[in-house]
């Protein structure tokens, strides 16, 4: 068997990032990964994304997680919590479960940043013939204009930085041990929230930010310029980002754009509508996380 993936970097009308104060490298400088999985299997190919997504509901103490699955086949889901040392919390049983915990240990930023991790299985005849899991953070939000961000309950002051992933001499090809020295540098200065400027990131920085308690912005490159063939590039996109990626307890917000008024407001009349039909799509896809965008020129008055 032969395997062919073929990338293209040239200038183009259709395809974002096309225009920014940032360097575009080109090639794949990520790792790829051959998922080797059985005939019945969860479902891995809508947009790249895992094949479970884990809703969770604070109720007072206690919460309501609801895990959501695709499969291949007809056969069975069964669905385990697990508390961060591995014991079984709560388990259910369907392609739609919620799970009910009992005192939950809520996600609360760099304090304490607990992951619960959700196991699913796939049973065909009784026998378990694939499997998915994913962490998760329990935790409740909200931003009120007055009083700023909130954080289970009680007011949580962001710090924060604007994360790029290049590093000097290798550009965006960084490694593992780049992350984590981005995250130590993060750390150390005290900052406690991450805008993902200016597009997707890896996956390993997206768990650090769970794991270190990172409040997250989570944007695409819909940046600087817009493209009037790009629009369902952006939203390609933006569904790409939120169903890859929503599943982690950090993100609570979700970019629309950025400064993408920068080269003049030839284009608003499109601008303005690839963002509301952006907006709308992402309200449907996660009602549960906030929208933004990073504004430039606020002069020409998005009414």
Request: glycine residues 8%.
């Amino acid at each position: 068997n032969k395997i062919v993936v073929k990338v293209d970097n040239s200038k183009n009308d259709r395809v974002y990032p096309q225009m920014a104060d940032f360097t575009f490298y080109g090639g794949i400088y990520r790792d790829v990964e051959l998922l080797v999985v059985n005939k019945a299997h969860f479902d891995l190919d809508y947009h790249g994304g895992p094949g479970i997504a884990v809703t969770p509901e604070v109720k007072g103490s206690d919460a309501d997680i609801r895990v959501e699955t695709w499969k291949n086949v007809e056969g069975d889901v069964r669905v385990i919590l697990l508390d961060a040392e591995g014991n079984q919390v709560s388990e259910g049983n369907g392609t739609n479960a919620v799970l009910n915990v009992k005192n939950v240990h809520l996600w609360d930023g760099v304090a304490d940043p607990y992951l619960y991790t959700v196991k699913a299985e796939l049973l065909v005849n009784g026998k378990v013939v694939d499997e998915v899991s994913t962490t998760c953070g329990v935790r409740y939000y909200k931003f009120d204009p007055d009083k700023g961000f909130y954080l289970n309950g009680r007011p949580y002051n962001l710090h924060g930085v604007s994360r790029h992933q290049d590093f000097k001499g290798i550009g965006n090809a960084i490694t593992k041990e780049h992350h984590d020295k981005d995250m130590e540098l993060i750390r150390e200065i005290g900052a406690n929230t991450v805008r993902l400027a200016h597009y997707q990131h890896d996956q390993y920085f997206y768990d650090l930010c769970d794991e270190r308690g990172m409040v997250v912005w989570a944007e695409i490159p819909y940046i600087s310029e817009h493209l009037a063939n790009g629009n369902d590039n952006t939203i390609s996109q933006m569904k790409e980002l939120i169903i890859q990626n929503y599943n982690h307890p950090c993100i609570v917000m979700w970019g629309l754009s950025n400064e993408i008024t920068i080269s003049g407001a030839s284009k608003k009349k499109q601008m303005l509508e690839n963002h509301r039909v952006l907006q709308k799509m992402v309200k449907e896809m996660d009602p549960s996380r906030v929208t933004t965008l990073a504004c430039y020129a606020v002069a020409l008055h998005w009414e």
